[in-house]
């Protein structure tokens, strides 16, 4: 799993990355605000760790702007303000945990495991993804819709299978075309839409729930249960 922590205290940057790195997560750092939109529109990220002293911009905008844009990978707000309006402050717009500075990096590991878990797409193993009545069997390359199975090509599926992992978060068609397809994003591309259309016309057939949802000028969704 793809972590972003943005921490500006390098000390304690590197000390919360290797820890977590050392847990198995992949994870990308930025120093301030600016870097953390950037990389959060490039890449997806099942979790972020948020730190509200950022040397360019309060934490609790960066997060309010990040979850305007579409971002709803769940946040764990680190800070050094112990107030409880501060904490439900945090929490009110848009943090999921709040864990105040010094903290024991156990406890960290902790609650960003639950709120992996929890936010986590069901599945019964990390080659069967089920969302809502979609299910994907990865080893087998087989995805049906109730009873139905779909006719997908190969790229199809693989489309499909990063979106299922990433269900209830927003990909952009820059995430999709150089994290699905491995391409270098270029804006005139219609591949992302011309497949997304196909997709969509035989996932979301007349009669059954739309799943997959377009969000104008900002990507798509898997809406997940």
């Given at each position: 799993m793809?972590?972003l922590?943005v ?6 940057q590197?000390?919360?990355?290797q820890s977590?790195m050392?847990a198995g997560y ?14 959060a529109?490039?890449h997806?990220?099942?979790g972020?760790?948020?730190?509200l002293g950022?040397?360019?911009q ?9 979850r ?6 769940p946040?764990?707000?680190l800070s ?10 945090g929490?009110?717009?848009g ?6 500075k ?14 992996l ?7 019964e ?10 299910e ?9 819709r109730?009873?139905?199975v779909?006719n ?6 693989v489309?499909?299978e990063?979106l299922?992992?990433?269900?209830g ?10 994290e ?8 005139d591309t219609n ?6 259309y ?6 979301d ?5 739309p ?10 969704v898997?809406?997940?249960?």
């Amino acid at each position: 799993m793809r972590i972003l922590l943005v921490e500006d205290e390098l000390e304690i940057q590197t000390f919360v990355k290797q820890s977590l790195m050392g847990a198995g997560y992949e994870i990308h750092t930025a120093e301030d605000g600016k870097a953390a939109a950037l990389l959060a529109a490039k890449h997806v990220y099942q979790g972020l760790i948020v730190d509200l002293g950022l040397p360019d911009q309060d934490g609790i905008d960066l997060i309010l702007q990040l979850r305007r844009s579409g971002v709803t990978s769940p946040v764990l707000i680190l800070s050094a303000r112990r107030s409880v309006d501060d904490r439900v402050k945090g929490l009110e717009l848009g943090g999921d945990d709040y864990l105040t500075k010094p903290f024991a990096i156990a406890e960290l590991l902790a609650r960003m495991r639950n709120l992996l878990r929890r936010n986590a797409p069901q599945a019964e193993d990390s080659n069967r993804l089920r969302v809502r009545d979609l299910e994907l069997d990865v080893l087998r390359r087989r995805a049906t819709r109730g009873d139905e199975v779909l006719n997908l090509s190969p790229q199809e599926f693989v489309l499909l299978e990063y979106l299922c992992r990433n269900a209830g978060r927003v990909v952009s068609r820059s995430m999709l075309v150089t994290e699905v397809w491995g391409m270098r994003f270029q804006p005139d591309t219609n591949v992302v839409d011309v497949h997304i259309y196909r997709l969509r016309g035989k996932i979301d057939t007349e009669g059954r729930e739309p799943l997959i949802k377009t969000l104008r000028g900002i990507g798509y969704v898997l809406q997940g249960s």
